[in-house]
């Protein structure tokens, strides 16, 4: 007799992967030399949509403890944003 071998249900797999995408996820930021502060402000109030204080304080944040948490969404928010933030080449991550 020839075992076969029988993947999950595509229903189970998609499942899993939605309640993984769903779960609350943070964009970090970190610190580099080589942006100005404007340059950070200007493309945090375009990524995630705040008032210039918001953004202005974030950067502080990420200045003075080399990176922070600028973002907490779902996954795919998160990704958007991470990707806004890196249009100008700063560097992020996203933990879920």
Request: glycine share 0%.
């Given at each position: 007799?020839?075992?076969t071998?029988?993947?999950k249900p595509v229903e189970d797999r998609?499942?899993?992967?939605?309640v993984l995408v769903?779960?609350?996820?943070?964009v970090i930021l970190f610190n580099d030399e080589v942006h100005t502060f404007e340059e950070v402000i200007d493309q945090l109030i375009k990524a995630i949509r705040c008032?210039?204080?918001k953004?202005?304080?974030?950067?502080?944040?990420?200045h003075s403890a080399g990176k922070a948490a600028v973002f907490e969404g779902t996954m795919d928010e998160c990704v958007l944003v991470s990707g806004v933030l890196e249009e100008i080449a700063l560097h992020t991550q996203i933990e879920v």
């Open positions: 007799m020839e075992k071998f029988s993947p998609q499942v899993e992967k939605d769903q779960e609350p996820s943070k008032d210039t204080a953004a202005e304080a974030l950067t502080w944040e990420v």
